[in-house]
């Protein structure tokens, strides 16, 4: 996504408004005061016997208008008020009274102000749970929940997850709540009609209506997204809303929008029910939530990865690196290894794999399903636990190019290689018992530059197998194209990360 995704905070404060600077997502939360936008309509929706009233009847009810308040940074007096430092009042004080020896009149004071911020939630248990997105509450000093019928009732946060933006509040009534239902998700499909409900602005309950655009979105938000896609028109205030089907039920809820500038151009997301209802039941028991830990750098098996190691068709995590000391390096797993299952679950791609690890308790047992050297083996591994101190490794590197030298020609894949030599391990600051051939070079017009090789890379290995310098990569290389394969394996070191690369013959 582009830099108009944006995240926005708006606050209230003492009746003004803030907007906190927009950075890269846009959280549909908002303050009290309404802002004027223009939104799209949504041509040809149909409601089921004509009308959305029966489902609308039926949820409102149970959504919630969720205000949080939160201590703000001191705030800096305007320039008409502040004396003193680099006012510009300074010189006309220092004219009548600085040179008489007269003190100075000071600064006043400044004061932290309360903010206050407005999201949405919804009830999903009689006894006052409440569902929302972690963004609504994050940094809050208190929570306020405002039932559909003006009910204005604290809250308590349960329990909340970042890396999810999930959080469970609980507010106590006098009587039982209204609820929703959850739905289910994974039977959504693009062209599907949905609802979103929430206080877009703080201007009240409000209902707009869609379709589903896609599945399957990635707004580099955390490491679990899989945002559903919608046209019905989110806004700011709606964060933790729920979006429903057309049988009323919860299928997910309203987190994010993509704006250019502010307000909805139906394009909105919301996280998948299935995916939010694991999270929240284990956030109803209080705490945080602790992922489990593999300890593996994975990347997609493409048709041309397949082709290489063995595969009949494009699937799986492929395992680019295994940290040291990790689960995944006590079990037995390799560099090279095409995960395929997790726990009984098939791995379609490297999310699968994350999200099936995520959801298993540190300490579990669990077996792998790994292809390996033309076959399928089964491995078990003790999954550890994830913390923000365990950082993954980065797949992007420092495209750093070494010392110009001899290179040996690669015509078939479009590469120049050289050895290592001191010079070239200082400058790409490898250590002293690595090995591999450096790309010198890379045609733009050949096969390696299609599939994204640069100078700098070390490659380590060709279809698995190490190689020590240029000449022995040359002639693994030559091997791979004699054999048959429409594409090569290889195993490249790039900055602090490894990552493979199969390059296709025929794009030669």
Avoid: C
């Avoid at 703000?72 to 040179?99: C, K, V």
């Avoid at 909805?264 to 956030?283: H, T, Y």
């Amino acid at each position: 996504m582009s830099d108009i995704i944006r995240r926005h905070r708006v606050a209230a404060l003492l009746g003004a408004a803030l907007i906190v600077s927009p950075f890269v997502a846009s959280f549909a939360q908002s303050s009290g005061s309404a802002v004027a936008t223009t939104q799209t309509p949504v041509a040809g929706i149909t409601a089921p016997n004509g009308s959305f009233a029966p489902i609308v009847a039926v949820d409102k009810p149970a959504v919630v208008t969720v205000t949080t308040v939160m201590k703000a940074q001191p705030q800096d007096m305007s320039e008409e008020q502040s004396f003193g430092g680099n006012s510009p009042f300074d010189d006309y004080f220092r004219q009548f009274f600085g040179d008489q020896g007269i003190p100075m009149p000071k600064t006043p004071p400044q004061q932290a102000q309360r903010a206050e911020a407005l999201g949405s939630g919804f009830i999903v248990d009689a006894d006052g749970t409440i569902v929302t997105n972690n963004h609504v509450i994050d940094g809050a000093t208190s929570i306020k929940v405002t039932l559909d019928d003006g009910t204005e009732l604290p809250a308590k946060l349960v329990g909340h997850d970042a890396k999810n933006d999930l959080a469970v509040l609980k507010i106590k009534a006098d009587k039982p709540l209204p609820t929703v239902k959850w739905g289910d998700s994974d039977k959504l499909m693009p062209g599907d009609q949905v609802l979103a409900i929430g206080n877009p602005f703080g201007i009240g309950t409000t209902v707009t209506a869609g379709i589903v655009s896609a599945r399957g979105r990635d707004l580099n938000s955390g490491p679990f997204d899989d945002f559903i896609q919608i046209d019905a028109p989110i806004n700011h205030g709606n964060s933790g809303g729920p979006l429903v089907d057309v049988a009323g039920n919860v299928v997910g809820i309203n987190t994010a929008i993509y704006s250019p500038n502010g307000g909805s151009v139906g394009v909105g997301f919301a996280i998948p029910s299935d995916q939010a209802q694991k999270v929240v039941a284990k956030l109803m028991k209080g705490g945080n939530i602790q992922y489990g830990y593999l300890g593996v750098q994975i990347q997609p098996v493409t048709p041309d990865v397949a082709g290489a190691v063995g595969l009949d068709h494009p699937g799986g995590a492929l395992v680019s690196e295994v940290t040291e000391g990790s689960p995944a390096a006590k079990a037995g797993i390799k560099t090279g290894d095409v995960i395929t299952s997790f726990a009984g679950e098939a791995i379609k791609d490297p999310k699968d794999l994350s999200r099936a690890v995520a959801d298993v308790a540190p300490g579990a047992k669990e077996t792998l399903d790994v292809w390996r050297g033309g076959k399928t083996v089964q491995i078990s591994a003790d999954v550890g636990r994830n913390s923000d101190d365990v950082k993954s490794a980065s797949t992007e590197g420092d495209n750093q190019k070494p010392s110009a030298g001899q290179a040996l020609r690669v015509p078939s894949l479009g590469l120049g290689l050289t050895d290592l030599t001191p010079d070239i391990r200082e400058e790409l600051n490898l250590a002293a018992n690595q090995h591999g051939a450096v790309v010198e070079r890379v045609n733009p017009d050949k096969a390696a530059a299609n599939a994204g090789l640069q100078p700098g890379d070390v490659i380590v290995a060709v279809d698995q197998s190490p190689v020590r310098n240029a000449r022995q990569a040359n002639q693994a290389i030559a091997e791979a194209g004699k054999s048959g394969r429409k594409s090569v394996l290889l195993l490249v070191d790039r900055g602090d990360a490894q990552i493979f690369v199969a390059i296709h013959f025929a794009a030669g």
